[in-house]
């Protein structure tokens, strides 16, 4: 039973356009949210987080969105570049400091 | 700074065979934990500790051990191994805030053959 859900396994993106990645999650009890970027051989690096009591954070070129409604978030990247092409993680708390991680989805940004 | 390291960084083993997969982080974090990743799926929770002495189990803590006699490390033991437990393991350590998310080892990829 998934409690995170990334439901596109990948997206493809040209160069200077915007990233859209989705999550979903299905546990009432997560009020907090990261992403998290992986290169492969590597481990996961973090990007971004944010906190069931906004719906929104931005830093730089990344901001994540929460609809609490819809049990929703998302992560955009603005420009995309193709230093961003990696798998990206979205991932859940659920007022502790474990995490439950989405299947990921890998991106492209072709120049 | 080193973060988080992992050793080894590949392993092979046998069905039935033993091995720790060692975890340090210079950090001071209190927090540390184990995640195992298969191929196309997500990290799914092993052990984690909040503190030395203290550790507890994840979604898949089965065939495995750990210990956490210190702060910087957290080893990993594996006992009688299955090649059900061919996976892609990752260390991390944090605070106990999110705010800053985990820091991630670069992994220990493991075959049991």
């Known amino acids: 039973d998934q409690q995170v859900k990334q439901n596109s396994p990948s997206l493809s993106v040209q160069e200077g356009r915007i990233s859209i990645l989705n999550c979903d999650y299905t546990?009432?009890?997560?009020?907090?949210f990261l992403w998290y970027k992986k290169y492969p051989a590597e481990g996961p690096t973090f990007l971004i987080s944010?906190?069931?009591?906004?719906d929104k954070n931005e830093d730089g070129r990344f901001t994540v969105f929460l609809n609490k409604s819809a049990k929703h978030l998302s992560l955009h990247i603005v420009p995309s570049q193709p230093g961003d092409s990696a798998v990206y993680f979205c991932?859940?708390?659920?007022?502790?400091?474990?995490?439950?991680f989405g299947k990921g989805t890998m991106l492209l940004v072709s120049p | 700074n080193a973060g988080v390291t992992q050793t080894p960084k590949f392993r092979i083993l046998k069905i039935g065979q033993s091995m720790t997969l060692q975890c340090t982080q210079d950090?001071?974090?209190?927090?540390m934990y184990w995640y195992r990743q298969d191929p196309g799926m997500g990290l799914k929770l092993i052990y984690y500790?909040?503190?030395?002495?203290?550790?507890d189990k994840g979604e898949v803590p089965n065939g495995y051990n750990v210990s956490r006699s210190t702060t910087e490390d957290f080893p990993l033991r594996l006992e009688l191994a299955a090649p059900s437990q061919t996976s892609v393991y990752f260390c991390?350590?944090?605070?106990?805030?999110?705010?800053?998310?985990?820091?991630f080892g670069s992994g220990t990829r493991l075959t049991v053959v």
């Open positions: 991390a350590s944090s605070y106990e805030s999110l705010s800053y998310g985990y820091t």
């Open positions: 546990n009432s009890m997560f009020d907090y």
């Open positions: 944010i906190s069931s009591i906004k």
């Open positions: 991932a859940a708390s659920g007022g502790y400091s474990t995490l439950t």
């Open positions: 950090m001071n974090h209190n927090y």
């Open positions: 500790s909040v503190g030395a002495g203290i550790t």
